[in-house]
């Protein structure tokens, strides 16, 4: 036998079985690494969803608390407490250099269970004058939870807020709450 049929039979190479086995060893392999990185990638979205809809929510607490400094009196302002949630509330302003300014709810479109927060200037929220979008995600239409201005105390009047946000929209957990009460600086002590 000569040397060159010898080298022939050596070389071989791999049989079609072989080869088919190998490519469903490492397909279900890739199978396995593709929902591995699919379920990163939804969980990093909706990690970044839920992140920008506290930071928004965070900046809409402290752009609402301004606005209740500056205030000296709030619309509706009785009974004391409100009976029910209000989904809009005027600051009525005459420090800070601003007109009254409107806050109020509206419901997002295509949704029964989301809500935008926006402010306002002027007495009414309305589409006749531009608002702007400051919150989205809301879980409640109704945001603003309370008036007082007690009688007899020496103390300035107050309005309360509680903002929950959640991006799921059929889940009721992972949901971000800030609550707070804002004494209106500018109202009088009775």
């Known amino acids: 036998m000569t040397s060159v049929t010898r080298l022939r039979r050596d070389e071989g190479g791999y049989s079609l079985v072989e080869m088919i086995t190998v490519m469903a060893i490492m397909s279900i392999v890739f199978a396995g690494l593709t929902n591995v990185f699919t379920s990163a990638s939804k969980a990093d979205i909706d990690m970044q969803n839920r992140f920008t809809a506290q930071v928004n929510t965070r900046l809409a607490l402290d752009k609402f608390r301004s606005d209740a400094h500056c205030a000296y009196d709030v619309n509706p302002n009785t009974p004391n407490p409100w009976s029910t949630a209000q ?3 005027t600051f009525k302003i005459s420090a800070c250099g601003s007109g009254d300014v409107t806050w109020c709810t509206a419901q997002q479109t295509g949704s029964t269970t989301r809500w935008d927060l926006y402010r306002q200037a002027g007495t009414t929220c309305s589409s006749a004058s531009p608002a702007i979008k400051v919150a989205k995600y809301l879980t409640s239409a109704a945001p603003f ?25 059929n889940a009721v957990t992972g ?7 804002i004494y209106l600086r500018n109202s009088t002590r009775i």
């Open 87 to 89: 989904s809009s509330i």
């Open 145 to 169: 939870t309370g008036f007082a201005h007690v009688s007899g105390c020496g103390c300035l009047a107050s309005v309360s807020v509680d903002l929950i946000t959640g991006v799921n929209r």
């Open 175 to 181: 949901l971000y709450r800030l609550r707070d009460t």
